[in-house]
DNA sequence: AAACTTTCTTGAAACGAATCAAATCCACAG
DNA sequence: CTGTGGATTTGATTCGTTTCAAGAAAGTTT
């Protein structure tokens, strides 16, 4: 009857221990371990047959009871502003690629620049006794991170900076690209400029803004008009549009730089749909060169931020904090980059 | 000198467990699982006690612990073809979200159509015991599925049917999407229709496929013609519209049907660039409604699919067959839905 | 006031893998 | 044949919770 149950496959079976594997291998439980652990400390013969067994038995080790003994989750966590922009995915991507070099998972959470769900996050994250932490941050979360460091883990901010000195971060220099991105609409020609993006709060925007400005002001001639928006999507950047071609001719922008790409495709749909031709009479440029941005129907000129690098930089960090807690904070700068395609140049 | 020591809060002290809680508290170790875990059988006063010491402390429990003894993960891992594509960050979205309901975290990884990638992430959702997981299965998983169920885990198959009759599955009714998009076209007039997608193994495909070439049969003096592409991305797009491009004006289609909105704004992009009216000329159908689709320069009509939806049923199963694994196996088949812009109406 | 209930609280026993000091094995020199 | 040192292997102990039978306290009924 036993066997019978036994040789059953359909049983929802307590699942194989170590301990299961010792005994069936003929070992201690200690081989096993080391198997599975520091192969190199046993013997070939051992080594193969435990493996054997393992495979055989079906073995699979249990995380939870790994990670209370040895007191560490090998997982990252990360909370973005919002995984369905792209710019997020593909910082995720390459956090994640260069994590999946050193054997360890990412866990990957959107606050939808909710600071509740970035709290929940927090909490998921602290519970898991994560090792790492990478964070766009929303809401006012400096006690937990200064919490979760206290307890061992490890943190980066992504994409901002915190204002303390607290905390590595690795962020991409907006007055640069705003001053990128006039500097391109001015040597193309043009000398009305509207800045579409918002809201002005965030440091991001306000940073671009400035660069932009300062570049106009060097230039008499030429003008910059802001267009504040509340978020940073397609239909802001439509809207954007809508309201400057409400504007007398005269007044109209002859060129118009987006927040981000999102921003920029809703402004090239606002502009086709209304007949206005891009970029002859209104040239578009976005920014962080998205891959839908190369996509789009008139392929957009976008200030390019290195995402992925972005990243693989930041996670670089954070392995660096997680194996030397008192490792010095740094504070990295990337460089944004023009990537000129058809939306500006006529 | 130990005082000082216990004082100072940088320290990287070892972090407070229940048994600290507990002694502050003048409790036992019990209690203090109880007011975690089930404060209805806590008296109020004691209850607020230990409450208030767990603040006091900063107590947070340790997940590994907890999920050892209670041998139960509560996080659901999921396993999507390409988190890069907005129709599975949408389904994922909707996952997330009903998942959130039950107080679950969600363990999102992306496969990007690698086999290898897949398994890896089937590794780690093995080693942490999830409870449950939704796959859209890329490689020959079924045997890895098998056994994660013989362990406990509730899997569902999402945006696929696995064959079997073994698990549970969402899907979207191909052949069906496909008898709307030629219909839709059809009857906007149109004669010659393009079917751009690929590559045909994948069964969404061949059924989207199916069901256009079904009515084409269905009308005479109208023709489908298949263009294949290796990928679904922005690039088969423009690809495939080049080559239709290429063809003498008497063959091209006046309409073209992608096999999703990725690779339909591709065809868009093609088009415009080549001084193409949409939809003058030739209308564009996509597949899946994507955001993306909406603020395409000209607003693109699309085979809408529940992408929410999809997440949040698909949940639904899950959690039921986490809660009664002897749950019948259902596939559901959802509608898809015909969304008109601009790109198919003249 | 005794005899029951019902409500709370207790604390020892898991859960499954990692650790590490101690035990065992083995090859080789003396 | 003994002794030595390095290479392997062992197994009891530990990590922080949850669980649950049993005990204590408080309340109710007779």
């Known amino acids: 009857m036993s066997t019978i149950a036994n040789a059953r496959s359909g049983e929802q079976g307590r699942s194989v221990s170590?301990?299961?594997?010792?005994?069936a291998a003929g070992v201690s439980v200690g081989t096993v371990s080391n198997v599975l652990n520091r192969p190199d400390k046993v013997s070939p013969a051992t080594l193969a047959h435990v493996q054997q067994?393992?495979?055989?038995?079906?073995f699979?080790?249990?995380?939870?009871?790994?990670?209370?003994?040895?007191?560490?989750?090998?997982?990252?966590?990360?909370?973005v502003l919002d995984v369905r922009n792209p710019f997020f995915t593909d910082v995720a991507r390459g956090v994640e690629l260069r994590l999946g070099e050193h054997g360890r998972p990412l866990i990957l959470g959107s606050s939808g620049q909710d600071a509740g769900r970035e709290s929940t996050y927090l909490d998921l994250f602290e519970e898991q006794r994560v090792s790492g932490l990478l964070i766009s941050p929303v809401g006012k979360v400096l006690p937990r991170l200064r919490r979760l460091r206290e307890r061992g883990t490890a943190v980066v901010v992504v994409d901002r900076r915190t204002g303390?000195?607290?905390?590595?971060?690795?962020?991409?220099?907006?007055?640069r690209g705003g001053?990128?991105?006039?500097?391109?609409l001015i040597e193309a020609g043009r000398r009305r400029i509207a800045f579409i993006g918002g809201p002005q709060g965030l440091t991001q925007i306000k940073?671009?803004?400035r660069g932009a400005e300062a570049v106009v002001a060097e230039h008499p001639g030429t003008v910059l008009r802001f267009v504040e928006t509340g978020t940073m999507d397609a239909d802001a950047g439509r809207r954007g549009a809508e309201s400057l071609l409400a504007l007398p001719a005269r007044e109209r922008p002859d060129a118009?730089?987006?927040?981000n790409d999102l921003v920029a495709l809703g402004v090239l749909q606002a502009l086709t749909l209304a007949g206005v031709r891009v970029p002859d009479d209104v040239a578009i440029l976005g920014?962080?060169?998205?891959?839908?941005?190369?996509?789009?129907?008139?392929?957009?000129?976008?200030?390019?931020?290195?995402?992925?690098?972005m990243g693989s930089v930041a996670t670089d960090l954070l392995l660096g904090a997680m194996e030397d807690p008192a490792a010095q904070v740094r504070d990295i700068v990337l460089e944004p980059e023009l990537v000129v395609r058809r939306s500006t140049t006529g």
Chains 1, 2 share one sequence.
């Open 18 to 23: 170590v301990k299961d594997v010792a005994s």
């Open 53 to 58: 067994v393992i495979g055989d038995l079906g």
């Open 60 to 79: 699979i080790r249990n995380d939870a009871a790994r990670q209370l003994r040895a007191g560490t989750n090998r997982a990252v966590g990360m909370v």
């Open 164 to 175: 303390s000195r607290e905390f590595s971060s690795v962020a991409v220099d907006d007055v």
């Open 179 to 184: 001053r990128i991105a006039a500097t391109h």
């Open 207 to 209: 940073h671009r803004l």
């Open 256 to 259: 118009i730089f987006a927040a």
């Open 287 to 309: 920014y962080d060169d998205i891959d839908f941005a190369a996509s789009a129907a008139i392929p957009l000129s976008s200030v390019r931020q290195p995402r992925e690098e």
